[in-house]
């Protein structure tokens, strides 16, 4: 979920320029998320990125030693390669560790802590390891529910399971791929 920005279209000063938002490329050229300036910049001062697109009109960032125009687009130098895409087909397999995380380990029938995942159109049926079969589900749940759907087992899912749509996961990856260890 990509959290509209205010700042976005906002002309930048010195006490938001940090929250203006950059689009950054893969070193393809490819789209790949959207962060905050302020990471840009570093991205930007450490050589891990470069300037595509300055914001216009130019609003310079100046530090001690350098200054630097306010990136509207930067390209990663290093191709960063995504375990998922950054829009996952909703019937590609997910494995379990996968619907675990993307789940929070919350059981989808009573959010209590969950460590197994249930096939919701089951195995014994042909229900298959996709992203919107697959959800977590604590044990207690998954032994009630069994092998029937969640309708024979009078059991109501708590929220839709989908395949993760994942900037959020990909401008953690990109961030912590490319931040030096402090
Ligand atoms: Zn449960």
Not at 41 to 55: K, N, Q, S
């Amino acid at each position: 979920m990509v959290t509209p920005m205010p700042f976005r279209h906002a002309a930048p000063n010195s006490d938001n320029w940090i929250r203006t938002d950059v689009l950054v490329l893969n070193a393809s050229y490819e789209a790949l998320t959207e962060i905050d300036a302020e990471r840009a910049v570093v991205l930007l001062i450490t050589g891990a990125a470069e300037t595509v697109a300055a914001r216009e009109p130019h609003f310079p960032i100046r530090s001690k030693h350098l200054e630097i125009a306010l990136p509207e687009t930067i390209r990663l130098l290093r191709y960063v390669y995504l375990e998922h895409r950054v829009l996952v087909h909703d019937e590609s397999r997910a494995t379990l560790a996968a619907v675990l995380r993307r789940d929070d380990n919350r059981c989808g029938y009573c959010a209590g802590w969950a460590r197994t995942v249930d096939h919701i159109r089951p195995r014994s049926r042909g229900g298959p390891n996709t992203w919107a079969n697959l959800i977590a589900a604590c044990a207690p749940c998954n032994t009630r529910k069994a092998d029937r759907t969640p309708e024979e087992a009078g059991m109501r899912l708590l929220w839709e399971p989908k395949a993760p749509t994942d900037m959020a996961r990909a401008q953690r990856r990109v961030w912590k791929d490319l931040t030096p260890a402090p």
